[in-house]
């Protein structure tokens, strides 16, 4: 990169020191819309199962620049040419794709912005810094929106074994401590290339690729979809939600600043600049602050599922793989409703349904290519000799239904 300064390092506790030697990367990263980061948790509400996942956003953000460092450097000895500008930009495009998170990430993402995703919102918020630094950041954002030429510069930000996805599973097995999720991602790194603009894996690193959709599988079920940390997000959007029931009814929820403007917040509303700059106000810590508030609250509803959270008194949460049946959860409804004098709206907060589904390997969205020494392409699910590798590729649905235990 041509705006070489003083090389910086910042210590990963997974892959070491990250060296830090452009300086428009360093002032990204000193910037207060990616140091907000480190106050947005990488995984939800999971740490209420698995105590060490505390990790943030941050931590994600520094981790998938790295294992762009490590691909650019690769593929470079493979003699793909990447310019320096092209360099630049893959920085500072997998160091923001995550910028638009809100407070628990995934947990109540379309939520506190009714019906917009952190990629719209990391979008937004690039083009204000693309302004803010003069257009340094068109190439990053031709990058990240898929309009760039090349097509394999996206897919190292956004794809199939993008650098987003090699250091989640990694970094969140880490946390976690579950071993399914651990994969060799410097391993997966060493082995691609890029054939007809498209990013391909060698051959021979048909193993890894077999371990990382493995891992991908298992950790959506035993961590990301863990029931108890789905039950628990699950909750958290019912507390927004009743809170902004309650605000436009007029009570008052003794909070201000920006999440209480997310409270008001339409859902057929544009994201104004105003909006965007109380979205970057807003963290984990506003949404603890709220919850630890109205444990005290006199709405039955906003206080008793603020105390499931902060106590983790978490509820009863059944996973079938086929739907409930509406009457037992009707009938679950009205003897909670009863119990506690609620309307069948009110009761319709602690029992409640959904579904959830996982799918490892999404062949309709983009195939994983094993480059074979021949220099043909087959797909990894043909090559592989797994069956299972197959099925990864086939989506499973199952449906969940989650009520308070005394209803045992």
């Not at 105590?51 to 650019?72: K, N, S």
């Not at 994983?368 to 649905?397: N, T």
């Amino acid at each position: 990169m041509s705006n070489s300064h003083k090389l910086k390092i910042i210590n990963d506790p997974i892959y070491g020191f990250i060296p830090v030697h452009n300086e428009l990367i360093f002032q990204i990263i000193e910037h207060p819309y990616v140091q907000r980061l480190r106050h947005i948790s990488q995984m939800g509400l999971s740490y209420l199962v698995y105590p060490g996942a505390h990790h943030t956003r941050f931590h994600h953000a520094l981790g998938a620049m790295f294992l762009m460092q490590r691909a650019v450097a690769t593929l470079r000895q493979k003699r793909v040419d990447i310019s320096s500008q092209e360099e630049e930009a893959l920085y500072l495009a997998i160091l923001l794709h995550d910028i638009g998170h809100g407070p628990f990430s995934h947990g109540l993402e379309g939520i506190i912005v009714p019906d917009m995703s952190h990629e719209e919102l990391s979008l937004a918020i690039m083009d204000r810094l693309n302004k803010e630094y003069s257009g340094a950041l068109d190439l990053a954002i031709e990058i990240f929106t898929g309009r760039h030429t090349r097509k394999f510069l996206k897919q190292l930000v956004s794809g199939q074994l993008d650098m987003d996805r090699l250091d989640f599973l990694r970094r969140d097995s880490f946390y976690t401590g579950v071993a399914e999720g651990s994969i060799s991602a410097q391993r997966l790194i060493a082995m691609l290339n890029v054939v007809d603009d498209c990013l391909v894996v060698e051959e021979k690193g048909i193993h890894s690729v077999e371990n990382f959709l493995v891992a991908r599988r298992l950790m959506y079920w035993q961590v990301y979809l863990h029931k108890a940390s789905l039950c628990a997000e699950h909750i958290l959007m019912k507390i927004i939600m009743r809170a902004r029931e309650l605000k436009r009814s007029g009570m008052d929820l003794g909070i201000v600043g920006s999440f209480n403007y997310f409270l008001s917040f339409d859902q057929n509303q544009e994201l104004s600049q105003d909006s965007l700059n109380h979205f970057l106000h807003l963290d984990d810590i506003d949404i603890l602050a709220a919850l630890k508030l109205w444990m005290s609250h006199d709405d039955f509803v906003l206080s008793q599922l603020s105390k499931t959270i902060i106590k983790r008194k978490l509820f009863k949460i059944k996973i079938h793989e086929a739907e409930f049946s509406n009457e037992k959860l009707e009938e679950k409804r009205q003897k909670f409703a009863i119990k506690h004098n609620l309307s069948a709206h009110e009761a319709s907060y602690f029992v409640f349904t959904g579904s959830i589904s996982n799918l490892a390997y999404n062949q309709s969205k983009e195939n994983i290519k094993l480059l074979r020494k021949d220099g043909s392409l087959i797909d990894v699910a043909q090559a592989s000799d797994q069956l299972h590798i197959k099925a990864l590729s086939e989506k499973v649905v199952k449906y969940f239904q989650c009520y308070p235990k005394t209803l045992e």
